[in-house]
């Protein structure tokens, strides 16, 4: 009830309401998304400093959760370019979980992000070779190819098998509207990218 009045108070702009009533969610299913929600808006209030310290005073209070958390303290460096502390967390992360899918691929997002791209790729890669029926990693790959290096058709393999996994996911043919353009075939690449739009 609490995660619900919270995301009401949040829809009507109240963010202070919402950010007391996230606050007091310490158990149940939605305690993950009710932090995350309250990290969220306490760094577009006051800086992601604070969102962080939100996060680990809630990991201390309930260590259960410090696990999981350490990925929404990942994500939130990663986000404000503080690249070495997100990568820092998904490398303890992985250690513990070394075949988590999200933390692999959020690891080579960030990779990314430095502009380390044979990296990511290989981090990627390794992520398809793992789970080879996910459209996620299949489609993160397929773009990361299309959109930094010149493996097109590789990418385009990817993405195809992508979007046969799931092929009304709008990111997904966005991709192979991405690759398509990047082989220089506008007409078909125009037609995915107004679908991916829709």
């Not at 149940?28 to 309250?38: D, H, K």
Request: glycine residues 6%.
């Amino acid at each position: 009830a609490l995660y619900y009045l919270a995301r009401f108070a949040e829809g009507q702009r109240r963010q202070d309401q919402a950010l007391r009533l996230y606050s007091l969610i310490d158990s149940g299913e939605f305690v993950l998304a009710a932090q995350q929600r309250a990290a969220f808006l306490l760094s577009d209030r006051s800086g992601f400093i604070d969102a962080i310290d939100h996060l680990e005073g809630f990991s201390d209070r309930n260590p259960r959760y410090g696990l999981a958390l350490r990925m929404s303290r990942a994500a939130l460096y990663a986000q404000y370019e503080c690249y070495d502390q997100a990568l820092e967390l998904y490398s303890a992360y992985l250690a513990i979980r070394p075949r988590a899918e999200f933390a692999l691929l959020g690891k080579a997002d960030t990779l990314l992000r430095k502009d380390e791209i044979d990296e990511a790729v290989d981090v990627y890669r390794g992520v398809v070779k793992m789970y080879p029926e996910s459209a996620n990693a299949l489609n993160s790959l397929g773009y990361t190819l299309a959109d930094r290096t010149r493996k097109f058709r590789e990418a385009e393999k990817l993405i195809d098998k992508a979007l046969e996994l799931e092929p009304d996911n709008a990111a997904i043919i966005d991709s192979k509207g991405w690759v398509l353009f990047r082989r220089g075939k506008y007409k078909d690449a125009r037609e995915y990218l107004e679908r991916a739009y829709e």
